[in-house]
């Protein structure tokens, strides 16, 4: 097929060079021309698929949700005790973060994205959705806590930790006391789990 030729296929071929662009440049290097450049088509094609740029870049947020599930789900059902699979979970997740850092920041970005996007929402809410039942699943605390509490702190604690290794903030290492993985640790801690 030649350059600019999509027979069809036109809207996935504007994501795919959103991503590039995205990836070479991150999401200030997306544009509604240099997509369409990029995909070979001219720089009105893509409103036949996409109105306006944060309608692009929702659509490549929502499938970095989908690959960023995928990997997280993939390292939970690797693991069968009901904290290993929340452990899991969490490697997955913060190794989706690392491996694709501008895909990750751009995920999380209200500001260029449409929150109301069904699709989005969807994969968002799915995504809170596994924390929910991984959390469920655990020995409940003596301590009496709002679960919603417990997935926001755990989130905030994920999502944290892994913008702050993509900054280079913190670097991979494993706790000096338990030889475990920092991440662990923390995961543990946030839960009042034991760390031995």
């Known amino acids: 097929m030649k350059r600019g030729q999509h027979h069809g296929s036109l809207r996935e071929a504007l994501i795919d060079a959103a991503f590039h662009l995205l990836d070479a440049g991150g999401v200030e290097a ?10 070979g088509v001219s720089h009105a ?9 944060r309608a692009l870049i929702t659509a490549v947020a929502a499938r970095c949700f989908e690959n960023l599930l995928g990997a997280a789900r ?22 989706y973060a690392l491996a694709h850092p501008d895909r990750y920041r751009m995920m999380w970005r209200m500001d260029i994205l449409d929150a109301g996007d069904p699709v989005l929402d969807g994969l968002v ?4 959705g596994d924390v929910e039942e991984m959390v469920a699943a655990l020995p409940q605390p003596t301590r009496r806590i709002d679960p919603t509490t417990v997935v926001i702190a755990l989130s905030s604690l994920v999502h944290g930790y892994a913008s702050m290794r993509i900054d280079r903030n913190f670097i991979p290492a494993s706790d000096a006391v338990t030889g475990q993985p920092r991440q662990h640790v923390m995961l543990k801690v946030a839960l009042g789990l034991p760390t031995d």
Request: aromatic residues 12%; neutral net charge; glycine residues 12%.
């Open 30 to 39: 997306v544009t509604i021309r240099a997509v369409a450049r990029h995909a």
């Open 45 to 53: 094609a893509p409103i036949n698929h996409f109105p306006d740029l």
């Open 74 to 95: 993939a390292a939970r059902d690797a693991r069968s005790d009901a904290y290993g699979r929340l452990e899991g979970f969490v490697d997955g997740y913060i190794g």
């Open 125 to 128: 809410n799915g995504l809170y």
